[in-house]
T-cell receptor
Framework: EDQVTQSPEALRLQEGESSSLNCSYT??????LFWYRQDPGKGPEFLFT???AGEEKEKERLKATLTKKESFLHITAPKPEDSATYLC???????????FGEGTQLTVNP | NAGVTQTPKFRILKIGQSMTLQCTQD?????MYWYRQDPGMGLKLIYY???????DKGEVPNGYNVSRSTTEDFPLRLELAAPSQTSVYFC???????????FGPGTRLTVT
């Protein structure tokens, strides 16, 4: 059974204070690892897909990396508008279904 | 493109009542999904569909039913609502071969 564990559950940062969110996963065969951002009262918004160990993707202040056991979402010099819950999900090679972690709630204080 | 739309946004049901949550996508996506999200939790898959006329169970299908008669629509039916079905429900879709899923804005359901 696929498992996804995200840490920490919650993270408070000061504006400009860089940090990383972790997503550990167990899957029989990885087709893709996905990062989503979710704002309160809204649906998840797609950020990145990573397909193989060593892959990295960047978007503005966010960079996602992938190893064979975990993924990191690095946030560089965050701003208050980066405050949201960040969700990680895995998809195994045998199907289209996603297994989600419970998310990390990020708060960036001005 | 409206993307994935869901109605209603909010609903309060009494125990034992039934309702249908509507989901429509205008992106011509083959695959569609229903998830529920409980407070502080990730998303759990209820049902999914890989095309019109084809549906399959996810992790938590009990108490729900779906149908897929068109590519665009994927309604979720709750029969005999129970307090355990209080949750936020999200519909999502993607193209076959393109794995990222696109989500609707959600329906917040309370069963009392």
């Amino acid at each position: 059974e696929d498992q996804v564990t995200q840490s920490p559950e919650a993270l408070r940062l000061q504006e400009g204070e860089s940090s990383s969110l972790n997503c550990s996963y167990t899957v029989s065969g990885l087709r893709g690892l996905f990062w989503y951002r979710q704002d309160p009262g809204k649906g998840p918004e797609f950020l990145f897909t990573l397909y193989s160990a060593g892959e990295e993707k960047e978007k503005e202040r966010l960079k996602a990396t992938l190893t064979k056991k975990e993924s990191f979402l690095h946030i560089t010099a965050p701003k208050p508008e980066d405050s949201a819950t960040y969700l990680c999900a895995v998809q195994e090679t045998s199907g289209s279904r996603l297994t989600f972690g419970e998310g990390t709630q990020l708060t960036v204080n001005p | 493109n409206a993307g994935v739309t869901q109605t209603p946004k909010f609903r309060i049901l009494k125990i034992g009542q039934s309702m249908t949550l509507q989901c429509t996508q205008d992106m011509n996506h083959n695959y569609m999904y229903w998830y529920r999200q409980d407070p502080g939790m990730g998303l759990k898959l209820i049902y999914y569909s890989v095309g019109a006329g084809i549906t399959d169970k996810g992790e938590v299908p009990n108490g729900y039913n779906v149908s897929r008669s068109t590519t665009e629509d994927f309604p979720l039916r709750l029969e005999l609502a129970a307090p355990s079905q209080t949750s936020v429900y999200f519909c999502a879709s993607n193209l076959a071969g393109a794995y990222e899923q696109y989500f609707g804005p959600g329906t917040r359901l309370t069963v009392t």
